[in-house]
């Protein structure tokens, strides 16, 4: 039996980017453990009775003004985490995290929101919390837990959100530090699949779809995000298409976040993305904060190795 962390930013990410890899490995009886680092509090609210949830666009959050998306999104994670049967699942500084780390001292942050919104200058924006401060806590945690395996994002954090990157920097600091030694993968997409799964979504989702569900398919020619890279560089994959139903009954669990119809999911952008059964994944060096990725790990498509054999 596998022991494997998953390290994310907001509730959701964790089964949007790695909702495969968890249920592949919980049908397999492997342990599987959850990370989050924040409560999603800038998150943009979908359904309409949930609304009041949201703060309008550009506005900030006084510091002494309690979060009331907050608890939602803690609660969807709850809910999602039980539908996936992870073995356990913690927020960055909440009672369970300290007690497994033995750091009662650990602190709680918030989401920063994107890039130049005012909630990135909040006190206890993850954005400007202290790097290696977190990281020991982390490191602490990583080193009671023993896992084999940890996932996090890649250097941009997939898509350049501000707590997807520093949480990559925290996870990357922490077990660089950590006595426990894991492997450490980024979730990376091979431009293949990306072609593949574009090109599926525009033969898939007809205009009644589209008309029903509000989703709109992404051009053909419309840039990837920079998580998406050159075939060759992504050295390990998991496939298991009978994981996306245990994906998709976490993903609905979310249901501030995301919408789900069939194997088609959309944030609140509507831009439709596809369930594919697959995700992939570079080793990084934590140490040396590279990936690890040459000629003698590089491996066809088909051939690549999953996290833990």
Known sequence: MARLLFAHAHPDDESLWTGVTMAHHVARGDEVHVLTCTLGEEGEVIPDDLKHLELPAGSARPDDVADELAPVRREELRRAMTAMGVTSSVVL?????RA???????RTYRDS?????PSASHPRAFTGADIEAVAADVAAYVDALAPDVVVTYDEQG????????RTH??????????TARPRLFITLTPQSWAQEDRAWLHAMCSPE???ETGFVVPERGDAYPPSVVPDDEVTHAVVDDAAVSLQIKALREHRTQVS???????LSNDVAARLSGR???TEYDARARRRIVGAENATPSATRPELIA
């Open 93 to 97: 500084g909440d009672d369970a995290f």
């Open 113 to 117: 929101g994107m890039a130049g919104t």
């Open 169 to 178: 920097e925290v996870t990357v600091a922490a077990l660089a530090a950590s």
């Open 260 to 266: 789900v119809a069939d194997e088609v999911y959309a």
């Open 279 to 281: 995700e992939g994944f």
């Open 100 to 106: 497994l780390a033995n750091r009662p001292e650990a």
């Open 158 to 165: 997939g898509y350049g959100h501000p707590d997807h990157i």
């Open 209 to 211: 779809f589209l008309h």
